[in-house]
């Protein structure tokens, strides 16, 4: 068995054990032998010390007993005397020197002590000696006790006339023998004496009752009962003996001297070798048990400290082994900071090392495999992408030339139009500028492309007056992303050439704003020139004409007066013909003035507080007649609260009556005319509607055309000029309102008109319609 | 026949009114005042398929006859023909439950009826 391949608990208990144990039993015994050997000793001591007392406490009770006995008279006058000693010793008899008793203080008792045959021989020596003598101890035959005589001669005038026998209180002796106080509870005192070849024992022993004067030891080598051999021989020691039982025992034994005794007696004193070292032994026993319990602990503790090293070892042992095995999952806890929890920290750690790296190849690996895969893509997709491109290159050819196609094509198309166009870019910087838009302003392209529109051309108006920005149709298409119109201004060149032009500017609008605005301009000087002299012309003519049908009134007037004379029937019915002609002619001049004065600007708008209510009923009052000759009906529906609105009540009266008469005249007999004034949020909206003939489609779009009359009520009525419509509309939106209209053929037409709340503008002009 | 309760207090106009819906073949009963019109609504076993309100009456004005018809929980539509629309005006009517306003001057009515036709199921 190795030490070795012991384990680790075992190990660690029997060095424990070594190291603890033995030393501690070593020492524990040797001291144990120590106190055995200094224990003897002392109870040896105690044996001799106990042993000499008891022998002088002996000898000197002899002692006393013979003066005792050598005190006491031999007289018999003295008698008394001799009773009164008599405690020690505790009989006498006097007897002659035939034996005889001649006193005694028991006669009975000395009668038989003298009549044994084996006392014969004591008493005999007795008798013979010639000085106080003890005798041996000896029993009597009936009660076995033990009798011990001292003999005193009785001598009287020198002659021996007998002896005196005391008879000895032995108590006197055994209370010595007997008084064990020092000898524990196995001790004793033994007396023997010798008989020769034996001992004797004197008095009853305390484990043989019956070994008085009847147990022998016979003086042999054998250690059994040596103190009593060698005290009855005479021979003083003490130590370690057996005794008569056989048991050891410490004693001490000397020869106890008795005067006038030929064999010594022998005292032993003794008590048993157990009891006299029991303290030691009860030393040892307790050592012992210690020593045992000890020896557990230690063993346990042994296996548990082991432990402490073995269980963390055994840890990092199946951590190790599922390392091996593969197992990285498993965490090792130890929470030890000795060499134990060092070599777990460096073994985790290095298990850990094996992870990381084995893991780290793993990804390497891996990140490998991916960055292959992720090559082998990419190549792909780079083929894919060069195949792509080569295609786009390919469209890229075909889209260029058809761009190139397309742009010779706009080209060829700008020069063609007849209309002069530029486009601005949001800068106002001229990017496309036209041959005919060259042409009509004697501008040069190159001298304008990428320069400012305005400071190319400059915009007035008719009277030669620099237009503010909010009215250039350019300006407003750009900022308000409206497309504009406006045939009223004149373009002016570097050269201070000008001209008039129509205008529409229309803007180029991109994600909701507008990013440039194209100009579509068209030279309209001919039409101006026309305008302006038709309108010259209407005016003079009108003028001219007015003159000439104001007389042909007058003239008729008077005629059918009858202020030139009676006129017959059939002269009233042609001149009132007549009257109605030059009614209408004058209507008709009227009509014209009037449309050329608002065509020129020259009408005065004074808008004043007006209630249309007001103007509505003034024109039904006023045209009450024509609606009754043709039976018709008319509602008038408005709102009671209206209120009063800034506009020229005279031109508005014109609007109102243009339009109602026109139902009355354009609607059949018995039908329906309704007037509608509604108030909404900002402006009042009129209504007025008939059940008429209506508009044909086709000539919807003319209604509010000079001179314009539709095909359908020519049948009618020849009666109208065309121009009420288009008067009408002039004054609607020169105050500020809106016309429009509904029509069905057969059915009816609803005209509609709307007036700002706010009013409309003051014009300063120099004449009202109609005058 | 589909059957419209006009309320109106111009007469002329009412008649008017009656006169078109009959000629687009709808039954119509005419009312002058907004009490008379309640009464008949709540009285008669047949409802009218849609009412036409005036907004100025006699009496009490539409709002308050609106007020008073949605009490009666009444589930015939209501279509307001009135000279006179506020955008107010027409926002209160409109959360009392009106299903149209119209400005009269701004539609004939024609156009009116057409459009309340949309509005009422057919019959």
Known sequence: MKIKNLKLGTRMSIVMILLAIIPVLIISISQNNKSEAALKKTQIEKMITIANNKKREIEKTFNYIIETANEIPLTSNNRTQIIEKLNILSEYAIIDNQKSITESSNLSYFQSLLESPKNQTIIEKLTKKNETTLSETFTQDQNEEITMLVSKPVIINETRQGTILFKINLKYITDIIYERSDLGTTGEIVIAHSEGDHAIFTFPLRYDHNAALKRKIYFDDSPVARPIKEATQGIKDSGIAIDYRGEPIIAAWEPITLPSSKYPWGIVAKIDLNEGIAAVTDLKKSTYTLTVTFFIIIIHAGYYFSRTITKPLEKVKDYANNIALGNYDENINIDAHDEVGELTSSITHMAQTLIAQKEAVTETQSALKKNISTLEERNSSLNNVKKAMINILEDLETEKAKITASKAKDEALLSSIGDGMIAIESDLTISVINKAAEKILKIKKEESIGKKLFDVITVTDEEGKSVPDNAKPALIALNQNIKTSNNKLLYKNKEDYTVPVSITAAPIISNEKAIGVIIIFRDITKEKNIDRMKTEFISLASHQLRTPLSAIKWFLEMLLNGDAGKISDEQKEMLENVNQSNERMIQLVNSLLNISRIESGRIIIDPKPTNLNTLVSEILTEIEGRAKEKDIHIIFSSNENIQEIMVDPKLIYEVYKNLITNAIKYSPEKSEITIIISSKENEIISQVSDNGYGIPEKDQHRIFQKFFRAENILEHDTDGNGLGLYLTKAIVESSGGKISFESSVGKGTTFFFSLPKKGSKKQEGNVSLNS | ?123
Request: proline share 2%; net charge neutral.
């Open chain 2, 1 to 123: 026949m589909n059957t419209f309760l006009v309320i109106e207090d111009e007469k002329l106009l009412l008649n008017a009114i009656q006169k078109k819906l009959e000629k687009n073949g709808i039954k119509s009963v005419g009312f002058e005042n907004g009490e008379k019109a309640l009464k008949y609504i709540n009285e008669s076993e047949e409802n009218p398929d849609v009412i036409w309100l005036d907004y100025y009456l006699n009496g009490m004005n539409g709002m308050e006859f609106m007020k008073k018809f949605n009490q009666a929980k009444h589930s015939i539509p209501v279509i307001v023909v009135s000279n006179s629309a506020s955008e107010e005006k027409v926002n209160t009517m409109h959360q009392l439950g009106i299903k149209k306003y119209f400005l009269k001057a701004e539609h004939t009515l024609d156009a009116i009826i057409n459009e309340i036709k949309k509005i009422i199921p057919n019959k």
